[in-house]
């Protein structure tokens, strides 16, 4: 029978045998799921684990220095962190097809891994085993929607499934493979990670770079940081965290309408909200939020964000729409 307890020592056992005396490095994203391996890997074998926060630029607004402080305050892990942006805003210049910029983004976060890799190697000087091992914190349903590995994506590749180079250097160690987002908050809480952690909403690995639907550029990413902030902190205030699963916001880069603020016409963009409520992101409904609510995020964004002149609501499922616009 399916026990937290159980899915613990037998994962913990299984991670002892796959990585042996090696050493391992763990991509830390901020969100439940690497969270979650991470700390189970940390238990399996100590300080032979490293994990690498790799700050791609397509994180929302204060994400970076949440992990720096919180999740090791929380777990005690070694981490490195690794400023990539500038090299995975070069790759994704001019790149507008949704499953290439997955596939870049899953690309460009191995190269970095790999370069990692070598530091950790060298900086461990002659005492220094090699580090084989990458620790993933994928899930079921992102096995699934990616074509179970494959190669061609059911639906889109999630970033470390489908998005993986051909030459790939590391053996993955996927302890979460299995298990859906409610059984692995759980195995989380049984690892003693804090509420913030375990609660946290789901972000995708891919992150904002997923969200314009369009060209990803720097002014564009800023400009949608500002307008998920406004979002978020206003679902807080409002004490919706816990009942909806997730809230993309999401930049129609290559879309303008006309506006009127002040006595002025503007030609802006739209900023589409995405609450939907889930029970593991497989299906979803759309979250019906208090009008009083949307007013105020919707005034607000159009008021303190530049360029944004709309606010629209998705109001789909899912089927047939997905949580994430690409
Ligand atoms: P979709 O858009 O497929 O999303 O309905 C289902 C859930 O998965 C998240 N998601 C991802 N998570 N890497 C991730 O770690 C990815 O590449 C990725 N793509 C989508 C999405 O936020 C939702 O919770």
Redesign the pocket.
């Given at each position: 029978t399916w026990t937290t307890g159980s899915v613990v020592e037998e994962q913990i056992a299984l991670i002892r045998e796959q990585v042996g005396d090696k050493r391992a490095i763990c991509g830390l994203?901020g969100?439940v799921?690497s969270a979650v391996a991470a700390a189970l890997v940390n238990k399996a074998i100590g300080d032979r684990l490293t994990c690498v926060y790799v700050d791609h630029g397509l994180m929302r607004k204060g994400e970076t220095e949440q992990v720096e402080k919180d999740f090791v305050a929380a777990t005690g892990v070694q981490l490195k962190v690794v400023d990539a942006s500038e090299r995975f805003l070069d790759a994704l210049k001019g790149v507008t097809d949704p499953e290439e910029k997955?596939k870049i983004?899953?690309r460009e976060f191995i190269r970095v891994f790999e370069q990692a890799q070598a530091e950790i190697v060298a900086e461990a000087g002659e005492h220094g085993e090699s580090v084989d091992f990458l620790v993933q914190?994928t899930l079921y349903?992102?096995v699934v929607?990616s074509g179970g590995g494959t190669g061609t994506a059911n639906?889109?590749?999630?970033?470390?499934v489908g998005?993986l180079p051909e030459d790939l250097q590391f053996q993955l160690v996927e302890p979460l493979r299995k298990l859906f987002k409610d059984e692995v908050r759980m195995v989380g809480q049984e690892l003693g990670l804090p509420e913030e952690i375990v609660q946290r909403q789901?972000?995708?690995?891919?992150g904002l770079g997923?969200r314009i639907v369009g060209e990803v550029t720097k002014e564009r990413l800023d400009l949608l940081r500002d307008a998920d902030a406004i979002a978020r902190e206003e679902l807080t205030a409002a004490g919706l965290d816990r009942e909806i699963?997730?809230c993309?916001v999401v930049l129609l880069a290559d879309v303008r309408s006309v506006g009127v603020q002040g006595d002025g016409r503007t030609y802006g963009h739209p900023i589409v909200l995405r609450p939907v409520s889930?029970e593991d992101?497989?299906t979803?409904d759309w979250s019906r939020l208090p009008y009083d609510v949307l007013a105020k995020i919707s005034t607000r964004i159009t008021n303190e964000v530049r360029d944004v002149n709309r606010v629209v609501v998705d109001v789909t499922s899912?089927p047939p729409g997905?949580?994430?616009?690409e």
């Amino acid at each position: 029978t399916w026990t937290t307890g159980s899915v613990v020592e037998e994962q913990i056992a299984l991670i002892r045998e796959q990585v042996g005396d090696k050493r391992a490095i763990c991509g830390l994203s901020g969100g439940v799921d690497s969270a979650v391996a991470a700390a189970l890997v940390n238990k399996a074998i100590g300080d032979r684990l490293t994990c690498v926060y790799v700050d791609h630029g397509l994180m929302r607004k204060g994400e970076t220095e949440q992990v720096e402080k919180d999740f090791v305050a929380a777990t005690g892990v070694q981490l490195k962190v690794v400023d990539a942006s500038e090299r995975f805003l070069d790759a994704l210049k001019g790149v507008t097809d949704p499953e290439e910029k997955r596939k870049i983004i899953g690309r460009e976060f191995i190269r970095v891994f790999e370069q990692a890799q070598a530091e950790i190697v060298a900086e461990a000087g002659e005492h220094g085993e090699s580090v084989d091992f990458l620790v993933q914190g994928t899930l079921y349903p992102d096995v699934v929607e990616s074509g179970g590995g494959t190669g061609t994506a059911n639906i889109k590749s999630h970033h470390n499934v489908g998005g993986l180079p051909e030459d790939l250097q590391f053996q993955l160690v996927e302890p979460l493979r299995k298990l859906f987002k409610d059984e692995v908050r759980m195995v989380g809480q049984e690892l003693g990670l804090p509420e913030e952690i375990v609660q946290r909403q789901p972000f995708p690995g891919p992150g904002l770079g997923i969200r314009i639907v369009g060209e990803v550029t720097k002014e564009r990413l800023d400009l949608l940081r500002d307008a998920d902030a406004i979002a978020r902190e206003e679902l807080t205030a409002a004490g919706l965290d816990r009942e909806i699963w997730q809230c993309p916001v999401v930049l129609l880069a290559d879309v303008r309408s006309v506006g009127v603020q002040g006595d002025g016409r503007t030609y802006g963009h739209p900023i589409v909200l995405r609450p939907v409520s889930s029970e593991d992101a497989m299906t979803a409904d759309w979250s019906r939020l208090p009008y009083d609510v949307l007013a105020k995020i919707s005034t607000r964004i159009t008021n303190e964000v530049r360029d944004v002149n709309r606010v629209v609501v998705d109001v789909t499922s899912k089927p047939p729409g997905t949580i994430e616009w690409e």
